[in-house]
C-alpha cells in the first residue's frame, strides 16, 4: 500500500528542503554548550588556589623535592561530579523553555564515568609509588606514560567528555574546539609562560591556560549562538 505524503501541487525538493532546515533549527535550539564550557572553566579556575595550597612538598638537603597534588585530588571528583549535574540541569532546562528536547545525558555519564577512570587512577598511583617510592637511579617515565598522564587528569577528561558532546550535537565548530583544546592539555602548551619560583607556581600556567581557553569557548558560543537568535 503507498500513500502520497505531498500536499497537492507541492514540490518534493522544496519539502525535503523545508525538513532539512527544520532539523537544523531544532539541533541549533538542543545546544547549549557555552554553558558546558563555562561551569568547566569556572571548576578549573576555582581548582588553582586549591591545588596551591592544597600541595605538599617535601624537599631533601640535595635540593631534590617531592610534591603530593593532594588538595587537587580531592577537589577534581565531587567538582567534576557536580559540574556535570549543573551541565545536566541547565540543557534540559534551557532547551525545554526552548520546546525541544535536549541531548545530554550521554555526555554526562561519560563525563562522571571518565572522573571515576581518573579517580581510580590516583589511588592506584597512590598505592603503587607508596610501596614503590622513586629513587635517584629510577629511569624518566616514558613519553607515552607522560601523555597517558595527561589524559587521565582533570582536564583531559574534561576534552574526551566534549568529544562526545561534539558528538551529540553534532556541532562541527565544538569538534574543532575540543581537537585545539586537548592538543593544548595534552602537550602540553604553555605559549612559554614559566614560572619557577616554586613547585605549586610551576603548574600555574597550564591550569590558567586551560581555564581561560575554556572560559574563550564559552564566550565564543554565545555570542554565536546570539548572533543566529
Not at 581518573?118 to 617510592?133: C, D, L, Q
Not at 589524559?151 to 576534552?159: D, Q, S, W, Y
Not at 558532546?165 to 562541527?172: D, K
Amino acid at each position: 500500500m503507498t500513500a502520497d505524503f505531498v500536499p497537492a501541487g507541492g514540490d518534493p525538493h522544496r519539502l525535503l528542503s523545508e525538513v532539512r532546515t527544520l532539523t537544523r533549527r531544532v539541533r541549533a535550539d538542543q545546544r547549549v554548550t557555552w554553558v558546558a564550557l563555562l561551569v568547566l572553566a569556572v571548576a578549573t579556575f576555582v581548582a588553582i588556589p586549591i591545588d596551591w595550597f592544597g600541595m605538599r612538598v617535601d624537599c631533601v638537603a640535595d635540593g631534590a623535592c617531592k610534591f603530593n597534588r593532594l588538595g587537587s585530588m580531592f577537589f577534581w571528583p565531587p567538582a567534576l561530579l557536580l559540574s556535570y549535574a549543573v551541565i545536566a540541569a541547565a540543557y534540559v532546562r534551557i532547551a525545554r523553555s526552548r520546546g525541544v528536547d535536549a541531548r545530554v545525558l550521554p555526555y554526562a555519564i561519560t563525563g562522571a564515568a571518565l572522573t571515576c577512570v581518573f579517580t581510580a587512577s590516583w589511588v592506584w598511583a597512590r598505592i603503587y609509588f607508596a610501596s614503590h617510592p622513586p629513587t635517584p637511579d629510577t629511569a624518566p617515565a616514558a613519553d607515552w606514560v607522560l601523555l597517558l598522564d595527561r589524559l587521565v587528569a582533570p582536564a583531559g577528561t574534561i576534552g574526551v567528555a566534549l568529544l562526545v558532546l561534539a558528538r551529540l550535537e553534532r556541532n562541527l565548530a565544538l569538534l574543532a574546539f575540543t581537537l585545539a583544546y586537548l592538543a593544548i592539555v595534552l602537550i602540553p602548551v604553555t605559549f612559554g609562560w614559566q614560572m619557577h619560583t616554586s613547585v605549586q607556581a610551576s603548574f600555574v600556567p597550564e591550569q590558567v591556560i586551560s581555564g581561560v581557553v575554556l572560559a574563550l569557548g564559552a564566550a565564543g558560543f554565545a555570542l554565536a549562538r546570539r548572533r543566529q537568535r
